[in-house]
């Protein structure tokens, strides 16, 4: 005799992992957050973004409409992780500096530092997501809760205003100030609603200095608007929040953060900004000379 069992396609195989996804986060949420008639949309991501975001809806006990943002998180997404981390780590031993990057062991260990990470810059006060809770949903399949909000991330917009920059250069500055280290700030990261807020974070070294971890969030910050706005402008901004030492600093991990694939910009603008980060104190000063 011969078998005739036939074999799922991969598509089919594919499908019927995501319906077994989607049947434990409805668990979950009926379980943990009491919610019934659950809906869940998956949301358009960058193809830089790790895990897939989802847009959850349903009612309360009491019937009334309540929403949420998950992240579902999972082995592809920490082997990217993995490889991100590590990659950027021998680049800095190979330009002589420090690794100042962490690599997480497993996926629960990634979603913990995510939903820790974000609770804190939400307990900090400044403009943040609220996370609710991370579960797990099966094998090294993760989902990390928060609140809904109606946002858009800066990298949809083709302008921004020089205030709203200035505005997220605050926020960081005062997360430095409580010893906050974000480890991932780009576009992506960075949402337009009612308010600004700061979404997610990456993975720092806990005994990386505290100098080097400020001054690499400085130059991503810094990177993450030179396709919105002049560079001059954008360092003009930073100078209101950062002393010339951090801006020095922050200009060594500018040729790193341009290989990254979810912040753009240009060799020229990148020669411009070290000049600018690099030389001068303040952009605009020059040396009164005597008569």
């Known amino acids: 005799m011969t078998d005739k069992t036939v074999q799922p396609t991969h598509e089919e195989a594919r499908q019927a992992f995501l319906q077994d996804i989607q049947r434990n986060i409805r668990r979950i949420l009926s379980e943990n957050y009491k919610m019934k008639k659950i809906s869940i949309e998956y949301i358009a991501a960058g193809a830089a973004r790790l895990s897939n975001p989802i847009k959850i809806t349903g009612v309360n006990e009491k019937g009334e409409k309540i929403r949420y943002f998950g992240k579902i998180i999972g082995s592809n997404d920490i082997l990217s992780v993995r490889s991100i981390q590590l990659l950027k780590n021998i680049y800095l031993q190979i330009n002589t ?5 962490e690599i997480y062991e497993t996926t629960e260990d990634m979603v913990r530092d995510q939903f820790e990470m974000m609770r804190a810059i939400y307990k900090s006060g400044i403009p943040a997501i609220k ?16 609140e809904f909000l109606d946002v858009k991330p800066f990298s949809m917009f083709e302008k921004v205003d020089p205030k709203q920059i200035d505005l997220v250069f605050n926020y960081l500055k005062m997360a430095h100030h409580k010893k906050i280290f974000h480890g991932d700030i780009k576009p992506d990261n960075i949402l337009v609603g009612d308010k600004i807020y700061i979404l997610d974070a990456g993975h720092f070294r806990k005994d990386a200095p505290a100098a080097k971890k400020q001054s690499y969030d400085l130059a991503c910050m810094i990177s993450s608007f030179l396709e919105y706005q002049p560079v001059e ?13 951090y801006l020095q ?19 020229e603008t990148k020669q411009k900004l070290l000049h600018l980060l690099k030389g001068q104190r303040r952009v605009g000063f020059r040396k009164k000379t005597s008569r």
């Open 97 to 101: 500096k420090d690794p100042i990057f």
């Open 131 to 146: 996370p609710y809770g991370y579960h797990w949903i099966n094998g090294s399949q993760w989902l990390l809760v928060a």
């Open 233 to 245: 402008e954008i360092v003009k901004i930073a100078q209101k929040y950062y002393s010339h030492r």
């Open 249 to 267: 600093v922050a200009a060594d991990y500018i040729e790193l953060i341009q290989m990254c694939s979810d912040i753009h910009f240009t060799d």
